[in-house]
């Protein structure tokens, strides 16, 4: 399985990017995929998954209101589209996937397969 993450870049407060992560697995809306993140010198935090073939989102409370997680089954991708940017959203930001739903969604190691980062900064 191979994960590839972009999207990331510098961006005011109280702006928006959008995330892509393309995946080699097929079909993806068979998959879990989530977004986590890591701060300089914090853990790798969970930040918002969609459930396979449901779909369902989950979102960490910090990030509700604010991102959106997607899936475009055409093109084989999942989205994380942020908005209203803070400077605590900064961090390198982690597309995940594994293929059956994991009860703890929201734990790093529950997921077989990472992609490589791409970087969000968020300046004041």
């Known amino acids: 399985v191979q994960l590839q993450a972009s999207g990331g870049g510098l961006v005011q407060a109280g702006g928006s990017l959008r995330l892509s992560c393309a995946a080699s697995v097929r079909p993806i809306r068979a998959y879990s995929m989530a977004w986590f993140r890591q701060a300089l010198g914090k853990e790798r935090e969970f930040v918002s998954a969609?459930?396979?073939?449901?779909?369902?989102?989950y979102y960490t409370d910090s990030v509700k209101g604010r991102f959106t997680i997607s899936r475009d089954n055409a093109k084989n991708a999942v989205y994380l589209q942020m908005n209203s940017l803070k400077p605590e959203d900064t961090a390198v930001y982690y597309c995940?996937?594994?293929?059956?739903?994991?009860?703890?969604?929201?734990?790093?190691?529950?997921?077989?397969?990472w992609g490589q980062g791409t970087l969000v900064t968020v300046s004041s």
């Open positions: 969609i459930r396979g073939n449901s779909g369902m989102t």
């Open positions: 995940a996937t594994r293929q059956s739903w994991h009860v703890n969604y929201a734990v790093a190691t529950n997921y077989i397969s």
